[in-house]
């Protein structure tokens, strides 16, 4: 039996009869842009995130750029951001001609460093970026102050954390402004892009909302240069239905990743992810480090066993960021993970049987093909 990395069909199965219902009224009344799927999202999002806005978008990268751009970043303005993320972090920010600046992680979670943060800021940086993620929150705890001591915005990119709680707050209720990402593959995720920018801010939830819709807030009444950045009405309505379910969805999730600590827990050359003191982590990914990563992840792959990298290659060391100067062995840890980190599959119907099936083959190729397979009759917590 193969075991997908991602099973998006029977995410979609337990959703489908509700979404179908859905569509067959907009396609009746034709509300396809905007209308009121859109608004009742907007609001049940805010509600859940526990800010006062969620401006629905068309996808996580116009979400960062428009949050940005809402917070006053212009050309040249330097925005501090981990080098392990995924690239629209910093792709947001060039967009807008905005320098990403880049800092390495910590070596236990790879969440943002606060303490390379501080050494980073200059008289032209004017926000930072801290990501949430694998599904953890970022310490905000200690990035707040960092932020009020030196007047700086903090704009959360929260794409793989929703649901996900920290000792400062949910992701993102915390910085003056967030950005997430609906990606199919997402904890909340729609039957396409989209995306949302949460904030308490009005000022900045109307800012969004402009320039989204072409720098417009009248009907051809355009006050200043924006973007097409809408929510479709469609994708709304599969988030709403799924929204119902995401906690009970984050919920499997973490009896998943139980799951795996058990049966991982006393294979040598494996390193397993840890949850930060007071996070609640919503496991957007279960990402572990293994010697020979590429070996592993070969045979695992022979084995019928979907994996993935996340992240291949830091955003320092990619082609499309060449021009910001920086070099190999800048950023150490960020650099030393992207050899090792190796994601499992990981999603809230994988079963018990498969996580067995999984364990048994990393075991077998972490140890070379020579170690015991895990027992069928593993006894783990449902």
């Known amino acids: 039996m193969n075991v997908p990395f991602l099973d998006l069909p029977a995410q979609q199965a337990e959703v489908a009869d509700e979404i179908l219902t859905a569509w067959q009224r907009q396609l009746e009344t034709a509300a396809f842009v905007g209308g009121p799927e859109v608004h009742a999202f907007e609001q049940e999002y805010a509600a859940y995130i526990g800010v006062a806005h ?32 995924f690239i629209a972090t910093a792709e947001a920010a060039s967009r807008l001609g905005a320098v990403p600046v880049l800092v390495d992680v910590d070596d236990e979670h790879l969440l943002i460093d606060p303490a390379a943060i501080e050494a980073a800021i200059t008289e032209r940086t ?6 949430h993620l694998f599904g953890q929150t970022a310490p905000l705890e200690q990035i707040v102050p960092i932020a009020e001591r030196h007047g700086l915005t903090i704009v959360e990119d929260a794409a793989q954390s929703q649901g996900a709680s920290g000792p400062a707050g949910r992701a993102g209720s915390v910085g003056r402004v967030a950005a997430t990402s609906f990606y199919p593959g997402k904890n909340l995720g729609a039957a396409g892009d989209a995306g949302a920018v949460m904030t308490d801010d009005a000022e900045i939830a109307a800012t969004v909302r402009n320039l989204g819709g072409h720098g417009s807030s009248i009907k051809y009444v355009h006050d200043r240069v924006g973007m097409n950045a809408r929510l479709d009405a469609v994708q709304a309505t599969v988030l709403r239905a799924k929204l119902r379910r995401l906690d009970t969805w984050n919920a499997a999730r973490r009896d998943a990743a139980d799951r795996y600590a058990e049966l991982l827990a006393d294979v040598d050359g494996l390193r397993l992810p840890s949850v930060r003191e007071g996070n609640e982590d919503v496991w957007h990914l279960y990402v572990v480090r293994a010697e020979e990563r590429d070996r592993v992840m070969a045979e695992l792959g022979e084995a019928g066993i979907g994996v993935g990298i996340h992240y291949p290659t830091p955003v320092h060391l990619t082609e499309a960021y060449r021009s910001l100067g920086y070099r190999s062995g800048q950023f150490p840890v960020a650099e030393a993970a992207a050899d090792s980190i190796l994601s499992l599959p990981m999603f809230p119907h994988l079963t018990e049987q498969q996580q067995v099936q999984v364990a048994s083959a990393l075991r077998a190729a972490v140890q070379g093909g020579a170690g015991r397979s895990v027992a069928t009759d593993v006894l783990v917590r449902s």
């Open 126 to 131: 004017r926000a930072i970026a801290p990501v």
């Open 54 to 85: 969620a401006v629905g978008v068309s996808n996580g990268t116009d979400a960062l750029e428009l949050a940005y751009r809402a917070v006053g970043v212009q050309p040249g303005d330097e925005i501090i951001m981990p080098a392990n993320t």
